[in-house]
């Protein structure tokens, strides 16, 4: 509204737009982007690379292997709440202390998870953790596009995104070699060397904003943390306790639907409310967080998917798994730079993004003919291949989100992104998982009723209880076998589950548009 809008700066340039320079002058900007990567990447590795080290943690701290869970659900839940408010933060306490002080408290709580001593304390540490480095990713995003030329904004998107789509995998990797070679302990300690020099960075070279008056929305922070934490708390744990069948899920379940249609309803209609609604009056930046969504499902969901797919059905080690991967990051790094390359020469990012989604589909496709025949070739082809087809559409999207959108709304608009694509991530693992637990025990009992005299294969049981514990034996292993078949059909329907979810994205590109890029220039009225 034009009565909370803030104070226009002075400029005497009436077209700030056309103007290519940064919005905050930088020193050493090299240096300040080692800085900048460096938080970005540990934050991001944290996401994965405890997982690992679950099963060890779970006999140091004497927890069940239910409980154990609540280590990963702390941190999940304690992000999703807290990034929201990255925008507001970053106005009321200025944008330079809120990063420094989100980076050194992310090393104090990753210090404090490697002391816990019991699994209480873990939990808040994990708590603590994902609070300090929820601001860190929007933050981090919104840094850079700031302190660099309008012009040059796809090709850091391009650095910034290869921390975002490599950290997922190299987590799993770091976090068993550290497991296995130290303890898991040192999962947490290794972010305090890193983290350090970072800190160390930001505090001599990162650039000040000023911080600005600027209404907390209670009301609507509530309703939007009681929905994201019943999302979150029922997607974790809905596979523990059986989903539907538990009255905890139900209680998420009405907690996340009724605290989200008030949190819409109130930040629709407050005067003064947690996002500026021009935001989701932007056409791409509206779009974008629905592509955002389904990056976070189709890229997140396959990382979920893959290891134990590797390492149960094809006896690949924590370590192999890890290489056997990494082609996907190969791809991401030259798909990303030949992104950037075609939006710095003028391409339709349109067109580029399109074309990363129809690239992504096809790697599903070809993931959903694999077999248990299926070597060591079939798995890194197709993971190079999605790692072009994603690295394709996240810069130009990231450029296409933020070209229309003023530049003192990009630290909000970057939290709502991630946060975008951290509930796809979410949402995309608990599908698969779901659907994954449902279509074995289906393929299970397709797959056990055909060994039967009357079934197609033909195979007569009905005398091998005369060879007793050797019937024992044999019968175990056709049932590891049938399992191990069914299995890897589940699987496949989750390829071409997340195939047809790539695919019906592109068409939503059509709907965007090109835009300009927002130079440093005064900050038009907002409607806090």
């Not at 290794?190 to 983290?195: M, S, T």
């Not at 003023?406 to 659907?435: E, F, K, W, Y």
Request: aromatic share 8%; net charge neutral; glycine share 10%.
């Amino acid at each position: 509204m034009a009565s909370a809008a803030l104070p226009r700066r002075p400029t005497a340039d009436p077209d700030p737009v056309v103007k290519d320079e940064p919005r905050l002058p930088v020193g050493n900007q090299p240096l300040l982007l080692v800085g900048i990567m460096a938080a970005s990447l540990l934050q991001i590795l944290d996401t994965t690379i405890a997982n690992v080290a679950i099963p060890h943690m779970q006999s140091s701290l004497g927890a069940t292997a239910d409980s154990i869970t609540w280590v990963l659900t702390s941190y999940i839940v304690a992000s999703a709440v807290a990034m929201p408010i990255t925008g507001w933060l970053s106005d009321r306490i200025g944008g330079r202390r809120l990063f420094i002080g989100s980076v050194a408290g992310f090393i104090i709580a990753s210090m404090l998870c490697g002391l816990a001593q019991n699994l209480e304390s873990m939990v808040v540490f994990r708590a603590l953790q994902g609070v300090a480095g929820a601001f860190i990713p929007p933050l981090s995003q919104s840094f850079m596009l700031d302190t660099n030329r309008p012009s040059r904004h796809a090709q850091v998107m391009a650095i910034w995104g290869m921390g975002i789509m490599i950290g997922p995998i190299l987590g799993p990797i770091l976090g068993g070699w550290l497991t296995e070679s130290a303890n898991w302990r040192w999962v947490f300690y290794v972010n305090l060397p890193v983290g350090i020099l970072s800190l160390a960075i930001l505090l001599a070279e990162l650039p000040g904003r000023d911080a600005a008056k600027r209404r907390f929305d209670i009301v609507g922070f509530a309703l939007l943390g009681l929905s994201l934490s019943g999302l979150q708390l029922m997607l974790d744990r809905g596979n523990h306790v059986d989903w539907f069948d538990a009255g905890e899920i139900w209680l998420y379940a009405f907690v996340t639907l009724s605290a989200g249609w008030m949190a819409v309803i109130h930040l629709a209609t407050a005067k003064q409310p947690l996002f500026a609604r021009s935001l989701f009056a932007d056409r791409n930046f509206a779009i974008a967080l629905g592509f955002m969504i389904v990056i976070g499902v189709v890229m997140f969901a396959n990382m979920a998917l893959m290891p134990p797919m590797l390492q149960r059905l094809f006896g690949y080690s924590v370590i192999d798994t890890g290489i056997v991967l990494m082609p996907r990051g190969v791809g991401v790094l030259i798909s990303m730079q030949l992104s950037g390359l075609l939006i710095r020469r003028g391409a339709d990012a349109r067109f580029v993004v399109g074309t990363g989604f129809l690239i992504a589909a096809y790697s599903q496709l070809m993931m959903a003919h694999w077999s248990l025949a299926a070597d060591t070739w079939h798995f890194v082809s197709a993971g190079l291949i999605q790692g072009l087809g994603l690295g394709l559409v996240f810069i130009p999207l990231n450029t296409m989100a933020f070209s229309t959108l003023p530049p003192h709304l990009r630290t909000d608009g970057s939290s709502l992104l991630n946060l975008a694509r951290s509930v796809g991530a979410s949402v995309g693992i608990s599908i698969t998982t779901i659907a994954l637990a449902a279509n074995i025990q289906r393929g299970h009992e397709e797959i056990g009723s055909r060994l039967d005299p009357s079934g197609v294969v033909n195979i007569d049981l009905s005398s091998i209880d005369r060879y007793q514990s050797a019937a024992d034996v044999a019968l175990q292993m056709m049932d590891n076998e049938v399992n191990r078949q069914a299995a890897m059909v589940a699987y496949v329907d989750d390829f071409y589950l997340m195939m047809w979810l790539a695919l019906a994205a592109v068409p939503l590109v059509l709907l965007m548009r090109r835009g300009r890029p927002q130079g440093p220039g005064p900050a038009p009225a907002m409607d806090h």
